[in-house]
């Protein structure tokens, strides 16, 4: 028998040629497609699943069909047929008090559109910081997600650690850090941005404009991505001949640490410049010094990291480094696709590099 639908044009029926049946007002479905091209509904599901056993002008009157009726598969039955659900799982963490960025928006954006055009959907789940495995246990128990992307990771991650052992499929946006303690490089596939390099560039970019004295507002040390981002300062003023001493603070992230830090800089070393790990510690930097009477880019100059909106849109504006975070979710998503595919990532880690944009703050 010739490819094509046993009940349409071929076979018994020929010579009376069928018009198309009427079609169920509704959402599209498997029949009403099937309606509409005037096929069976197994013609249909060869046509979306198998397509290569029908005959060209079937196969085409079927896909006018489908994108006549704007018709998607059915999620749940593809689910039960491959044991896949073309999901994959973000963690979304609880927004942090007394901060101002919110970069994470042009991230996930990015990710959902590149995953769509695998034929994947992003699904956002609830993850506390300190009960990090509970949403990926519930993740995992329900096989409501194929692979996960991970965020803000480093060697020792709970989470890295956790959906290793679990065998589960993920990519990480943020580098191990280090190797394990056999010396062996890690093997789950990473994203993540140069912050020393950004930093650097911010740093160079005051010194270049004649600023010597300029300090350095960081977190806590034991954030390692807060600490590479300080190494780019220490480099840069190290490799001008400046000197760090007394000009670096730590602490939470917050904007009132950046307001209470920048009153405590200015007592103590009085800076002309001010190098903020985030936005929004510069917020809190900036805000300082207008209780002070003074103003970020004529007084004292003020960079941040993450170029947010808020950087964009504050008076005056913030100089700030820019992620790119459009790139990192691009290559995460191909890190996806390849590792859902059983294929080999052949480079397992990425490290892109950020801009500076500069703005009236410095």
């Known amino acids: 028998m010739a490819r094509g639908d046993a009940r349409g044009t071929t076979g018994a029926g020929r010579g009376r040629r069928r018009t198309e049946r009427p079609v169920p007002e509704g959402p599209p479905t498997l029949a009403t497609v099937a309606a509409r091209a005037g096929v069976s509904r197994q013609t249909v599901s060869n046509a979306i699943n198998n397509p290569a056993l029908l005959a060209e002008d079937t196969l085409a009157k079927v896909e006018r069909a489908i994108a006549d009726l704007g018709y998607s598969p059915n999620l749940a039955a593809r689910t039960l047929r491959t044991r896949t659900t073309r999901l994959i799982g973000l963690p979304f963490e609880p927004a942090q008090e007394g901060t101002a960025n919110a970069l994470m928006d042009r991230f996930v954006h990015t990710l959902v559109e590149a995953t769509r055009e695998m034929g994947y959907h992003v699904l956002l789940f609830a993850s506390d ?54 010396g062996e490089p890690p093997t789950h596939p990473w994203v993540d941005v140069d912050g020393a390099a950004g930093v650097a560039q911010a740093t160079h970019h005051l010194i270049d404009r004649g600023h010597e004295v300029i300090a350095w507002l960081g977190w806590t040390a034991d954030q390692p991505i807060g600490e590479d981002r300080r190494a780019g300062w220490m480099s840069a003023m190290r490799g001008r001949g400046l000197s760090t001493t007394r000009l670096s603070v730590r602490g939470d992230g917050t904007m009132e640490y950046g307001r209470r830090a920048t009153h405590a800089l200015i007592d103590a070393r009085r800076p002309t410049g001010l190098v903020c790990v985030s936005d929004t510690v ?50 995460l998503a191909h890190r996806l696709e390849l590792l859902l595919g059983h294929r080999p990532v052949e480079e397992p880690g990425l490290l892109l590099q950020p801009t500076l944009v500069v703005r009236e703050s410095s």
Do not use: K, N
């Open 129 to 182: 910081p300190e009960e990090a495995e509970v949403g990926y246990e519930r993740m995992l128990r329900s096989t409501a997600v194929d692979a996960f992307v991970v965020t803000d990771t480093y060697r020792g991650h709970p989470q890295v650690d956790y959906l290793q052992q679990r065998g589960a499929l993920f990519v990480a946006f943020g580098r191990p850090w280090s190797h394990d303690d056999d």
């Open 282 to 331: 510069a917020m809190g930097a900036m805000r300082a010094l207008h209780e002070r009477g003074l103003v970020a880019g004529r007084d004292i100059a003020v960079t941040g990291f993450d170029d947010s909106q808020v950087a964009q849109t504050v008076s005056p504006g913030l100089t700030s480094v820019r992620q790119p975070l459009e790139e990192v979710a691009r290559a």
